[in-house]
């Protein structure tokens, strides 16, 4: 059973628009949340990151929002970058469960920036 | 290099043989991670590394799956007997977490990954 859903496995964008990259969750013991973007035939790098005690966090052309009470997080990129064309990943983790150490993943999606 | 490194990049094998996969992580970082990714899946954990010890092995899928870690560092994950649903990307990564409960940031890093493929 999927904890970590991203259920758009693409997305296409035009350069210079936003960007929303959508993930939902259903273990409520998740309380630690980060995105991760994987370029073909490299490994994942972080991106952003996001705890329960917080609604938004901003990096940048980077925003991730949490609404727990949906159990959804979401990541906007504006203005968007032929650059960011990659797998985007987002992560889950249970830090106060004591599974602090282990990251769930969603299946990722391709985001397309055209120029 | 600074970052995560990982042998070989590519693994062709037969059935029935068994492959060793190599990580080392960054240097200076206690924790170790192994993630397997198969294709149009998301990356399934497998063991976690604290040290040389591993407090959580329970990804592992089968008992033909075993990693080990030596001095705190380099790490290897070993199949036997492999089969071809083994064929996936195994992904390393290292953090600086030292363990215990609490919102401790507990930000991973990965290298490229091995992908493995059993004909």
């Known amino acids: 059973d999927q904890q970590v859903k991203q259920n758009s496995p693409s997305l296409s964008v035009q350069e210079g628009r936003i960007s929303i990259l959508n993930c939902d969750y259903t273990?409520?013991?998740?309380?630690?949340f980060l995105w991760y973007k994987k370029y073909p035939a490299e490994g994942p790098t972080f991106l952003i990151s996001?705890?329960?005690?917080?609604d938004k966090n901003e990096d940048g052309r980077f925003t991730v929002f949490l609404n727990k009470s949906a159990k959804h997080l979401s990541l906007h990129i504006v203005p968007s970058q032929p650059g960011d064309s990659a797998v985007y990943f987002c992560?889950?983790?249970?830090?106060?469960?004591?599974?602090?150490?282990?990251?769930?993943f969603g299946k990722g999606t391709l985001l397309t920036v055209n120029p | 290099g600074a970052g995560v490194s990982q042998s070989p990049s590519n693994k062709v094998t037969e059935k029935g043989k068994d492959v060793e996969l190599r990580c080392d992580p960054i240097?200076?970082?206690?924790?170790l991670y192994w993630y397997r990714q198969s294709l149009g899946q998301g990356l399934e954990f497998l063991i976690y590394?604290?040290?040389?010890?591993?407090?959580?092995k329970s990804g592992l899928p089968s008992d033909r799956f075993s990693a080990e870690r030596t001095g705190g560092s380099v790490s290897t994950l070993t199949i036997q007997r492999t089969q071809q649903e083994d064929s996936a990307v195994y992904l390393c990564?290292?953090?600086?977490?030292?363990?215990?409960?609490?919102?401790?940031?507990?930000?991973?890093?990965f290298g490229a990954g091995t992908r493995l493929s059993v004909l």
């Open positions: 590394f604290q040290g040389n010890s591993a407090p959580d």
């Open positions: 996001i705890s329960s005690i917080k």
């Open positions: 992560a889950a983790s249970a830090n106060s469960g004591g599974s602090n150490y282990k990251l769930t």
């Open positions: 240097s200076g970082h206690t924790a």
């Open positions: 990564a290292s953090s600086l977490f030292t363990g215990g409960k609490g919102l401790a940031k507990n930000i991973q890093y």
């Open positions: 273990n409520s013991m998740f309380d630690y």
